[in-house]
């Protein structure tokens, strides 16, 4: 499977926050012939093994779930609410198509309704909707052929767009965010397959980001790793209409490494030690600027007695919005940086440890 074939596969499983079993099982299929070891933990992390010679372990991080909605109420017109889980952008969101996973395991369509322009007010052209204002149509009439779908209170849904190739590369789909850090992972796994590795690498696919850094805490805690690397799909915004000291990355400028963010300052020196492995490795890299976002490294540094932990990302345009695009030399990139960064881990140990002069 190419490297294009595997990010579709993962784009397009279901996995909302709370509901990823679908991606789970996906990641669990492929990740199976390059582990010695694994698990799925209480709350749905799941944690591929590769035993290394060393008892130091290395932790590297993506998360599964991907930012959706749950059926919040059902109103006699035959029309749903819904709660957001995750950080949608509202704007992004009316006249989309959504699929909703119901409890009995059938998958409905809906579309996210919105009047028509010619009957709006001038004030409401201009304003952007709140999601609590949103509707689903399920082509429903009433609650009760609601029912009849099998739909109720909970449900959870996203919007779907399948994966696409655009043009040279570049390629678009839904969830890259953070489908594209599984791919990383799935491909330094399958690349380091054939070779010994150092320290015992743990490959953590872990649930709830988008609602907390939820999986990454109980994951972190459980693996209690020497070191730890999150691999995120982020901020990509080199597009129209924005100055570029306000572009966090840029599509096609390699992995994004990150100083700050929201959650976490990294070390200086686990941080040079990065760019000293992209550098030797001929990996272009870019910074994130600060501060903007959070990871789950943001979780993983602070688990415990603490856990050096540095963030490297893949560049997405559109993320929190219902699609997303990027470009396979990126992820390629990336994939290379984090085979690099494994393979040197005891290296890169060394240098996360704090000492007095
Ligand atoms: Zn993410």
Do not use: N
């Given at each position: 499977m190419s490297l294009a074939e595997l990010l579709a596969t993962l784009s397009d499983a279901f996995g909302v926050s709370g509901f990823e079993d679908e991606i789970r099982e996906r990641i669990a299929e492929t990740i199976k012939p390059y582990a010695d070891e694994i698990v799925v933990d209480p709350l749905g992390n799941l944690l591929a093994t590769r035993r290394g010679r060393s008892e130091k372990t290395l932790m590297l991080d993506a998360h599964m779930d991907e930012i959706g909605f749950l059926v919040k109420w059902v109103d006699e017109a035959g029309y749903l609410r819904v709660a957001p889980?995750?950080?949608?952008?509202?704007?992004?969101?009316?006249t989309h198509r959504v699929v909703i996973h119901t409890r009995p395991g059938e998958v409905r369509h809906g579309v996210i309704g919105a009047a028509p322009?010619?009957?709006?007010t001038e004030e409401q052209r201009k304003s952007a909707p709140k999601i609590e204002d949103l509707f689903l149509d399920?082509?429903?009439?009433?609650a009760e052929d609601v029912a009849d779908l099998g739909i109720r209170i909970g449900d959870p849904l996203t919007i779907h767009y399948p994966f696409a190739e655009l043009r040279d590369g570049y390629v678009t789909g839904k969830a890259f965010d953070d489908r594209a850090g599984c791919a990383v992972l799935l491909e330094t796994a399958r690349h380091l397959a054939e070779r010994d590795l150092d320290l015992t690498t743990v490959f953590a696919f872990v649930i709830g980001e988008e609602v907390g850094l939820r999986g990454a805490r109980t994951a972190a805690h459980r693996i209690a790793p020497d070191l730890a690397v999150a691999v995120e799909g982020t901020i990509?915004?080199?597009?129209?209409?924005?100055k570029a000291e306000n572009q966090p990355v840029r599509l096609r400028k390699g992995p994004a490494l990150t100083v700050a963010d929201r959650t976490i300052i990294v070390s200086r020196a686990l941080l040079a030690h990065i760019e000293e492995i992209a550098a030797r490795n001929d990996i272009p890299y870019q910074y994130k600027l600060p501060a903007y976002g959070g990871t789950d490294a943001g979780a993983i540094h602070i688990t415990g007695g603490g856990i050096p932990s540095a963030v490297v990302s893949v560049p997405c345009r559109y993320?929190?919005?219902p699609t997303s695009t990027l470009h396979m030399e990126d992820l390629e990139n990336t994939a290379r940086l984090v085979c690099a960064i494994t393979e040197d881990a005891p290296s890169l140990l060394a240098a996360a440890q704090h000492s007095l002069s």
């Open positions: 889980i995750g950080g949608w952008d509202p704007r992004t969101l009316p322009p010619h009957i709006l399920v082509g429903a009439t009433s990509g915004a080199d597009m129209p209409g924005i993320v929190h919005s």
